[in-house]
């Protein structure tokens, strides 16, 4: 009777399983065709992301279920270091120890108001690609549209602008005003249009419950420029104007992002030059500073906290890309550690995400960094750092490059799961932290101590959360409760989540996508 002829199956070694290495047995996992195969058998020595070649034939295990077991295996991987990087480079096999990303997340852009608020600066057409589709940027570019700038969707994340006809007569009506109420970002409005035209108006802005947002330090720095301020009380109205702005030195009393921005597209056409100490230099700050300069503008010292702008007469349209979001690569990190089987996020641009990823690896979350992507491999556990005095960890917001307050709500839900305890204080604001009694509903382990501080004690994954009917309070509370739904038992309600839709796109969609 003729010998059974032995089947042949060809991939990448993904996870070793089991390895014997007296006698060279081994049971590992091969991908191929986006199928994954069990193989065990005598094999010799392998390792995760070597291409191989199996011969032999597949069996039912009464456990395991459907296994190939390998008589014959061969591997074209190299022996010597420089050569083996060499060939996983030339085949872009991602190598991330035991296991290897199975799930891709494309990155939207930024959230990006202060470039759109920007393009008021010049009548020329702006166009800027990458803009995020979400309720508050589209909330923005509403508002332009209602002033008289003439927006071009040229894709669903690509629009041009131009601002050679406005309707300044509109900024005075009750339909403004009530507008600018319901959308924090209409307060970036002031700073172009005081610059261009000499006055501004906006209502005290909306935006998350989250504490008291300040508008002093914009105004403080609109008053060093020369501007004049009025308060309407009864209408709750601001009012800015200045014939002439000029140049000066300014230390702003605290870093504030949307201050500076404001300031800063005010000062491009203020005669002389101004100088802001104690600026704000997040990402987006730069990315804003880098697209006035493109427009003509004349700023240095982008990336510190010392800013300086020459003004100039005017400035001439441009074309920009928005940044990746920050935000939404740190949410999708505590996602994949939480519920992740292997998520690789794709083009972060690992140089503006700052000590995010450090943060991350605090709360014992395994990173591998490969060119501009970040891999988040599945980790059954994940074990909290202490300090060098073995004191317990704590994580605290500050302005940049300090930890962003925005990812407070999203480390405080993966925390929940390490082991290991982590004290968490947010300074920024008073009432971020009030949606921990939502997660101590599903059976998470907090101590909130005041209005700025909690310790989580970890579950160590032991104990499962509890899914459970909850209310998303702002946009990072709401994708925090999110990602703690999704890790939790039982089926999960979050009202009002038009909260996350206001800072994440398609965020249903894409979370399907990746399993959910």
Same mark, same amino acid.
């Given at each position: 009777m003729a010998e059974q002829q032995l089947e042949q199956i060809e991939g990448t070694v993904e996870d070793i399983i089991y390895e014997n290495t007296d006698n060279g047995y081994m049971v590992f996992e091969v991908s191929g065709g986006g199928v994954v195969t069990v193989v065990c058998g005598i094999v010799g020595e392998l390792h995760a992301g070597e291409s191989v070649v199996c011969r032999g034939r597949y069996e039912n295990h009464a456990t395991y279920?459907?296994?190939?077991?390998?008589? %014959?295996?061969?591997?074209?991987?190299?022996?010597?270091?420089?050569?083996?990087?060499?060939?996983?480079?030339?085949?872009?096999?991602?190598?991330?120890?035991?296991?290897?990303?199975?799930?891709?997340?494309?990155?939207?852009?930024?959230?990006?108001?202060?470039?759109?608020?920007?393009?008021?600066?010049?009548?020329?057409?702006?166009?800027?690609? =990458?803009?995020?589709?979400?309720?508050?940027? =589209? =909330?923005?570019?509403?508002?332009?549209?209602?002033? +008289?700038?003439?927006?071009?969707?040229?894709?669903?994340?690509?629009?041009?602008?131009?601002?050679?006809?406005?309707?300044?007569?509109?900024?005075?009506?009750?339909?403004?005003?009530?507008?600018?109420?319901?959308?924090?970002?209409?307060?970036?409005?002031?700073?172009?249009?005081?610059?261009?035209?000499?006055?501004?108006?906006?209502?005290?802005? +909306?935006?998350?419950?989250?504490?008291?947002?300040?508008?002093?330090?914009?105004?403080?720095?609109?008053?060093?420029?020369?501007?004049?301020?009025? =308060?309407? %009380?009864?209408?709750?109205?601001?009012?800015?104007?200045?014939r002439k702005l000029k140049g000066t030195y300014m230390l702003l009393d605290e870093a504030s992002v949307t201050g500076t921005a404001n300031i800063i597209m005010a000062a491009v056409f203020a005669e002389g030059t101004t100088t802001i100490y104690n600026a704000a230099c997040e990402p987006y700050i730069q990315q804003l500073c880098h697209m006035l300069n493109s427009m003509g503008a004349n700023i240095s010292g982008i990336a510190s906290n010392l800013i300086t702008i020459v003004g100039v007469k005017q400035l001439h349209g441009t074309t920009h890309r928005v940044l990746p979001d920050m935000i939404e690569v740190g949410s999708f990190i505590g996602m994949a550690a939480m519920v992740g089987e292997g998520v690789r996020?794709?083009?972060?641009?690992?140089?503006?995400?700052?000590?995010?990823?450090?943060?991350?690896?605090?709360? +014992? @979350?395994?990173?591998?960094?490969?060119?501009?992507?970040?891999?988040?491999?599945?980790?059954?556990?994940?074990? @909290?750092?202490?300090?060098?005095?073995?004191?317990?960890?704590?994580?605290?917001?500050a302005p940049w490059p300090g930890l962003t307050p925005d990812l407070i709500s999203v480390l405080i839900v993966v925390a929940t799961q390490a082991r290991g305890s982590v004290l968490v204080h947010q300074k920024m604001f008073e009432s971020r932290l009030f949606f921990v009694d939502k997660l101590i509903d599903m059976g998470a382990q907090i101590i909130l101590c005041d209005p700025h501080r909690c310790v989580i004690v970890g579950h160590d994954r032991k104990r499962q959360l509890r899914g459970g009917r909850m209310t998303s309070p702002d946009i990072r509370a709401g994708i925090a409760l999110l990602i703690a739904a999704l890790g939790a038992k039982g089926t999960s309600r979050i009202d009002n989540i038009a909260q996350i839709d206001r800072g994440y796109e398609d965020i249903e969609q894409r979370l399907n996508q990746l399993g959910a």
């Open positions: 279920g459907r296994q190939f077991h390998a008589q %014959e295996c061969e591997t074209d991987m190299p022996k010597d270091l420089e050569a083996v990087y060499a060939f996983l480079a030339s085949r872009s096999l991602p190598y991330i120890g035991a296991k290897t990303a199975d799930k891709i997340i494309d990155l939207f852009g930024a959230e990006a108001l202060e470039v759109i608020a920007a393009t008021l600066l010049t009548a020329e057409p702006v166009r800027i690609s =990458n803009i995020p589709d979400i309720l508050d940027v =589209n =909330n923005l570019i509403k508002l332009l549209a209602d002033i +008289g700038v003439k927006v071009t969707r040229n894709s669903r994340n690509d629009y041009t602008f131009q601002a050679d006809d406005l309707n300044l007569e509109f900024l005075a009506s009750d339909e403004y005003v009530k507008k600018c109420s319901a959308l924090r970002g209409s307060v970036l409005l002031m700073g172009p249009l005081l610059g261009r035209f000499g006055r501004a108006m906006v209502a005290q802005p +909306g935006g998350d419950k989250i504490g008291r947002r300040r508008l002093d330090t914009h105004f403080l720095g609109f008053k060093c420029l020369g501007a004049k301020f009025i =308060n309407d %009380e009864e209408r709750k109205v601001y009012s800015i104007e200045a996020i794709k083009n972060v641009q690992l140089k503006h995400l700052g000590i995010i990823p450090d943060t991350f690896r605090r709360l +014992g @979350v395994k990173l591998k960094v490969e060119g501009d992507d970040i891999i988040v491999p599945k980790q059954p556990h994940y074990v @909290v750092d202490s300090f060098i005095d073995g004191t317990i960890m704590t994580i605290a917001d």
